[in-house]
T-cell receptor
Framework: QQQVKQSPQSLIVQKGGISIINCAYE??????FPWYQQFPGKGPALLIA?????SEKKEGRFTISFNKSAKQFSLHIMDSQPGDSATYFC?????????????FGQGTELSVKP | EAGVTQFPSHSVIEKGQTVTLRCDPI?????LYWYRRVMGKEIKFLLH????????ESGMPNNRFLAERTGGTYSTLKVQPAELEDSGVYFC??????????????FGQGTRLTVV
């Protein structure tokens, strides 16, 4: 059962354009929604994260939009650059008293053309 | 500060052989997680250690997989005997316990396992 669904699988954007990646989740107990960026040969690295009590979070060119009622959240990359070309994963976590495993989406391969 | 270190980076083994992957978490991180990504699909949770104890091993595929974390430091993940479907990239991540200031999970670079 796929608890976090991510789309699109791949995305090609022109330099300067806006990249949008969407995710949907099922478990309303999730309380933390991070986005990870992964370059080839590297591990995923936290890019930006949001909690369900906030509808939007912005860090530089990266923005998360969160819709709690629709159980959806998305990543917007403004003014996309070739250096943003990477695989992006959305994830969700339900915190317990020791930690919380991350449930990932399938990943989106973003290619930004110069 | 050193990040999460995994080795080997790559491993190619024959079906039926044994392989052991190692993860060194960030010093002071009591949480240690193993994940796996198979053939471009999602990154899937395998198990979670808190110090040396297994907190959650619900993602382990079967009893051919054995994870240990001796003394609450580094962890090993052994696959014995390996099957073709075990091929994929195995990631390790570590984090501080909840209740501390920063509970972000930091990932290693992964071990790419190919079973032929």
């Amino acid at each position: 059962q796929q608890q976090v669904k991510q789309s699109p699988q791949s995305l090609i954007v022109q330099k300067g354009g806006i990249s949008i990646i969407n995710c949907a989740y099922e478990n309303t107990a999730f309380d933390y929604f991070p986005w990870y960026q992964q370059f080839p040969g590297k591990g995923p690295a936290l890019l930006i994260a949001i909690r369900p009590d906030v509808s939007e979070k912005k860090e530089g060119r990266f923005t998360i939009s969160f819709n709690k009622s629709a159980k959806q959240f998305s990543l917007h990359i403004m003014d996309s650059q070739p250096g943003d070309s990477a695989t992006y994963f959305c994830a969700a976590r339900k915190q317990d008293n020791q930690g919380g495993k991350l449930i990932f989406g399938q990943g989106t391969e973003l290619s930004v053309k110069p | 500060e050193a990040g999460v270190t995994q080795f080997p980076s790559h491993s190619v083994i024959e079906k039926g052989q044994t392989v052991t992957l190692r993860c060194d978490p960030i010093s002071g991180h009591d949480n240690l997680y193993w994940y796996r990504r198979v053939m471009g699909k999602e990154i899937k949770f395998l198990l979670h250690f808190v110090k040396e104890s297994k907190q959650d091993e619900s993602g382990m595929p079967n009893n051919r997989f054995l994870a240990e974390r001796t003394g609450g430091t580094y962890s090993t993940l052994k696959v014995q005997p390996a099957e073709l479907e075990d091929s994929g990239v195995y990631f390790c991540a570590s984090s501080q316990l909840f209740g501390t200031a920063n509970t972000e999970a930091f990932f290693g670079q992964g071990t790419r396992l190919t079973v032929v």
